[in-house]
Nanobody, 124 residues
């Protein structure tokens, strides 16, 4: 059974940084796309990045490119989201997700498993 547990959220001031962690069990990171998403109140869920070890690839939308970095530790089966230069628009619940790194999912757009989320609040 796949389980994803996020941690590391909290309150930070504008310009600050946070590192979120996603501890995965029941899967092998190297066989998956591991993605991060966020959802603010009243807004749709937004993709903020993904990593695929099999291709040594990371993916980011323009909204976070240059500020957010995804990395991972295969030995710990943990994925990280380093967030820098945070601003109030980054306030949201952040979710970790896992999707098999198949040919049909080569761009890491499909996810089957989700964590419970962790709240990130950026104060102005």
């Amino acid at each position: 059974q796949v389980q994803l547990v996020e941690s590391g959220g909290g309150l930070v001031q504008t310009g600050g940084s946070l590192r979120l962690s996603c501890a995965a069990s029941g899967l092998t990171l190297s066989s998956y796309c591991m993605g991060w998403f966020r959802q603010a109140p009243g807004k749709e869920r937004e993709f903020v990045g993904a990593i695929k070890w099999s291709a040594s690839a990371t993916y980011y939308p323009d909204s976070v490119k240059g500020r957010f970095t995804i990395s991972g530790d295969n030995a710990k089966n943990t994925v990280y989201l380093q967030m820098n230069s945070l601003n109030p628009e980054d306030t949201a619940v952040y979710y970790c997700a896992a999707g098999r790194a198949t040919f049909s999912n080569r761009d890491c757009r499909m996810y089957d498993h989700w964590g419970q989320g962790t709240q990130v609040t950026v104060s102005s």
